[in-house]
């Protein structure tokens, strides 16, 4: 009963290019609702072209989400911490040799 209970590091491996495809994907979309609504732009139709654009645009953003949270929950990894580190120095002068240092 005395066990100190483990410790994890958690490390996010999520780049850029992870989720540069579903960027691109939402991109598309957005372009042909509003190509859609340009095609439905009239005097007479102005209401169809917005709430076609609205409706693309609310029924899109959901998925969206979901594959964003997904993409990003898939890349958290939690490692075990040694016994040994304690100290919050030495575990970041250690460091992780898969995680690649912040450049500017």
């Not at 996010?12 to 994907?25: A, N, P």
């Not at 929950?73 to 970041?92: D, G, M, Q």
Request: net charge neutral.
């Amino acid at each position: 009963m005395d066990q100190e209970p483990q410790k994890y590091r958690m490390i996010c491996t999520l780049t850029f290019g992870d989720i540069y495809g579903q960027i691109i994907v939402w991109l598309i979309v957005i372009f042909i609702s509003l190509a859609t609504s340009l095609a439905l732009w009239s005097s007479t139709r102005q209401i169809y072209a917005l709430a076609t654009v609205g409706l693309i645009l609310v029924l899109s953003l959901p998925f969206l989400l979901f594959a964003f949270v997904t993409t990003l929950l898939n890349h958290i990894e939690f490692t075990p911490l040694e016994a040994n580190v304690t100290s919050p120095k030495l575990r970041t002068a250690g460091g992780n040799p898969t995680q690649k240092p912040v450049s500017a």
